[in-house]
C-alpha cells in the first residue's frame, strides 16, 4: 500500500520561525491530509488539500501539493511553543484501490521558546 | 462530547492471553479504522471497515480482528498476544463519501510482558 513519507529529520526552531516539512507518496490519491500528534496524544487533523488543489492555507498554515511530483509541504508560519508535536501526512487514495488514510512516519517539530 | 473514544486507555497483560479494545464513535460515520503506532511512532493501517467491506492489511496477523457490533462501535481483538504486540493502538472514523479528514481517538497503549 502506498503511503505518504516525510522527510525523517526532525527539527528543532526557535519561537518565531518558520517550519517546512515535506511529504512524498507513491500513486494516485483523492486528498492529502495533514495531521499533528502531540506526545501521548491522538492524532488532530490539520488541513486537507485535494488533488486538483495545488495551495491551501489555514491561519499559520499552508500547504502545497504538486500532484506531478507526487509530493507536498506544510509550513507553519511565526511557530510558536506549542506547535511542539509530530507532524504526519496521510494519503486518502480510495479511489485508486488503495487502503484509506496511509500515513507516514512523521516530523518531530520542537519549537524553542 | 468524546468524537472518537477507545477503552481501555491503557492495558498491561501477559504473553498469550486474549484481549479486546472497544472503539465508538458518535459521528454518523461509516467507515472506521484501526491503526498501531510503534516505538518510532510509524502509524500502520491495520484495517479499515465499513457496512459495505472490510478491508485487511495483507501484513496484520490474523490474531487480530475487528468485530463491528454496529455501524458506531469497531472493536479489535487480539489473540494469544505477543511480546511484539506492545504499541499504541488508535481507532478512528471518517466519511466515506466526502474528501473530509478522519477522527482520532486518544490511543489505548499496550504493553504485553
Known amino acids: 500500500s502506498q503511503q505518504g513519507e516525510e522527510d525523517p529529520q526532525a527539527l528543532s526552531i526557535q519561537e518565531g520561525e518558520n517550519a517546512t516539512m515535506n511529504c512524498s507518496y507513491k500513486t494516485s490519491i483523492n486528498n492529502l491530509q495533514w495531521y499533528r500528534q502531540n506526545s501521548g496524544r491522538g492524532l488532530v487533523h490539520l488541513i486537507l488539500?485535494?488533488?486538483?488543489?495545488r495551495e491551501k492555507h489555514s491561519g499559520r498554515l499552508r500547504v502545497t501539493l504538486d500532484t506531478s511530483k507526487k509530493s507536498s509541504s506544510l509550513l507553519i508560519t511565526a511557530s510558536r511553543a506549542a506547535d511542539t508535536a509530530s507532524y504526519f501526512c496521510?494519503?486518502?487514495?480510495?479511489?485508486?484501490?488503495?487502503?484509506?488514510?496511509?500515513f507516514g512516519k512523521g516530523n518531530q517539530v520542537v519549537v524553542i521558546p | 462530547d468524546t468524537a472518537v473514544s477507545q477503552t481501555p486507555k491503557y492495558l498491561v497483560t501477559q504473553m498469550g492471553n486474549d484481549k479486546s479494545i472497544k472503539c465508538e464513535q458518535n459521528l454518523g460515520h461509516d467507515t472506521m479504522y484501526w491503526y498501531k503506532q510503534d516505538s518510532k511512532k510509524f502509524l500502520k493501517i491495520m484495517f479499515s471497515y465499513n457496512n459495505k467491506e472490510l478491508i485487511i492489511n495483507e501484513t496484520v496477523p490474523n490474531r487480530f480482528s475487528p468485530k463491528s457490533p454496529d455501524k458506531a462501535h469497531l472493536n479489535l481483538h487480539i489473540n494469544s498476544l505477543e511480546l511484539g504486540d506492545s504499541a499504541v493502538y488508535f481507532c478512528?472514523?471518517?466519511?466515506?463519501?466526502?474528501?473530509?479528514?478522519?477522527?482520532f481517538g486518544q490511543g489505548t497503549r499496550l504493553t504485553v510482558v
Open positions: 496521510a494519503t486518502d487514495a480510495r479511489n485508486y484501490g488503495n487502503n484509506r488514510l496511509a
Open positions: 478512528a472514523s471518517s466519511q466515506e463519501d466526502r474528501n473530509t479528514e478522519a477522527f
Open positions: 488539500i485535494r488533488s486538483n488543489e
